[in-house]
């Protein structure tokens, strides 16, 4: 069997994977893990595989003391890159700016366009880089693939994808929308015609990705027409501690009036906002007991995210024109049905309904989730963006 090392890192982590390309979005993966706090004194690698876990505490100065560190521990259990018959490596990068609509072989002329890109990403693509590079340095016999983030919006229309900001300063600056979740927007949009019985190229469709970050687009025959991220992924939809589309006037009130600096308001809008932010914690099911325990910043957090929700359901349905389906992914979108009744709840107006006791079943499997009669079907695709990235690898490399 062939195998995929899918790796996404971080500026201080590397997450794992050794992944069957051909394998069900809902099986586990042969190999999954995690190189934590590099750079700091204390770090740790942890290994999965085959139902049990080490973890093993060290200094990992570098990604390439970790990563070293995790492949000797998954030779230990032979399932290490040398044990299995490795393929390709796939490393997911998130910004591809105007440059990446599709994934890419990386050689060195990848690399420094990567590079370039860091202006846009600049918390993501140097740690990005800084993975590709340390596995180039130990795989160097396996072609090494980039799968971007923001690939699938790279063909959305001008009137989506520019701000009204003065054209001048937006081109020498390169902002516009580039979106980001394109490989799990791409996946789960991918699977839906099949799971409804219509024909790809005529089916129009909006995606909630609704994970701790969230987002959704709007997909017309395959292709993204419009997203809910942006320059950046602040953007958009109400998310576990970011704020989502806010006044930007905001901004300036709170440097002029609260006098804080562009770094505390860049932590304040990312990492102390959206429902963290109301309700003192992100994981919706501990807003729900909160919420079930008479907790009114919790019942309040949870309202403005379902209207944020629907506002950008109701403009995509005006974008596509015609919607055939509606579709939850992601901790959220995949979990909780109350988001999903909630999201949805009284629009039959507009061929939109819900089968509740439908909804309310748990499974890990792709399923519509609407009553036979709704002319919109709703479904629940588990998403899986290592193995989208395996897959994609492996298209490209075979
Ligand atoms: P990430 O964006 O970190 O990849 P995930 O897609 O894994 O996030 O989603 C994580 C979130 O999913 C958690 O913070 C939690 O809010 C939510 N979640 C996970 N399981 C459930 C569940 N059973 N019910 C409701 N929400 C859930």
Known sequence: MSYVLVLNSGSSSVKFQVVDPTAAATDAPLVSGLVEQVGEPKGSVTVKTGGEKFTEELEIPNHSVGLNRAFEIMHEHKVGPQDVELIAVGH???H?????SEPVVIDDNAESKIEDLIPLAPLHNPANLDGIRTARAILPDVPHVAVFDTAFFNTMPQAAALYAINSEVAKEHNIRRYGFHGTSHEFVSQQVPGLIERDPAETNQITLHLG???SCAAVANGKAIDTSMGLTPLAGLVMGTRCGDVDPGIIFHLARQAGMGIDEIDNLLN??????GIAG????????EKIQGGDSQAKLAYEIYIHQLRRFIGSYMIALGRVDAITFTAGVGENDDDVRADALAGLEMYGIKLDKEKNSVRSSEARVISTPDSAVKVLVVPTNEELAIAQKATELVS
Not at 96 to 100: P, V
Not at 281 to 288: A, E, I, K, Y
């Open 281 to 288: 914690v992100n994981d919706f099911r501990v807003l729900h």
């Open 212 to 214: 701790n970050g969230a």
């Open 92 to 94: 997911r990068v998130v």
């Open 96 to 100: 591809g700016g105007q440059i990446f």
């Open 271 to 276: 990492k102390q906002s959206g429902v963290k």
